[in-house]
């Protein structure tokens, strides 16, 4: 008997937890259009390309209107003074961001939301002589919306702007400051769960 009001409680608790946190996970998986905003200092004419990625994010509501997103993705840009190549080189910035979400009751819910990166860069494949910092933290903001189009998918839409910059360096010895800060258009779908 004891051991069946035990398996009782444990089954009604586990229940119970399952409900309480039923739908308080979110996925986006997006097409993302990276648009480096560039620019460089002292020297001028530095610039990172345009790129297109696939980016994953999970956010978790913590208040019904309240979520924090992990986001995720990693880019390879060109690397170019005043339009000569000086090679390639890749970034993971990972970004957590606060979001506030409303919600209409149509379906749409649009949202805002600010944060921080740390990038890293990788993958350095640059003129012999050139090096870049291999990380830097910076601000986010975000701007979006998820559109009911399912049970529990959405469409979304959503646009950041992260704020990036590395020092190059030539030989060792400090050159400029490269100043990516891109813009985000991303396209994509969501699911709560």
């Not at 992260?162 to 396209?187: C, E, H, Q, R």
Request: glycine share 8%; net charge negative.
């Amino acid at each position: 008997m004891k051991t069946k009001v035990l398996a009782a409680i444990f089954l009604s608790t586990i229940s119970f937890s399952s409900a309480a946190f039923a739908e308080h996970w979110m996925a986006h998986i997006r097409g993302v259009y990276i648009s480096p905003d560039n620019g460089s200092s002292p020297v001028s004419g530095v610039e990172a390309n345009n790129v297109t990625i696939p980016e994953l994010d999970f956010s978790y509501f913590i208040a019904p209107d309240w979520s924090v997103e992990l986001i995720l993705g990693t880019s390879r840009h060109d690397i170019s003074l005043n339009g000569a190549d000086l090679g390639k080189v890749s970034l993971l910035p990972p970004t957590v961001t606060a979001k506030y979400h409303y919600d209409f009751g149509n379906g749409l819910v649009p949202y805002i939301g600010a944060g921080v990166n740390h990038t890293l860069f990788y993958d350095v494949d640059l003129d012999s002589n050139l090096s870049v910092s291999t990380n830097s933290t910076g601000f986010a903001l975000q701007l979006g919306a998820d559109y009911k189009i399912g049970d529990n998918l959405y469409l979304n839409l959503d646009v950041k702007k992260v704020y990036i910059k590395t020092d190059v360096a030539s030989n060792g010895d400090y050159l400029t400051t490269l100043d990516i800060n891109p813009m985000l258009y991303g396209l994509g779908v969501g699911i709560k769960f």
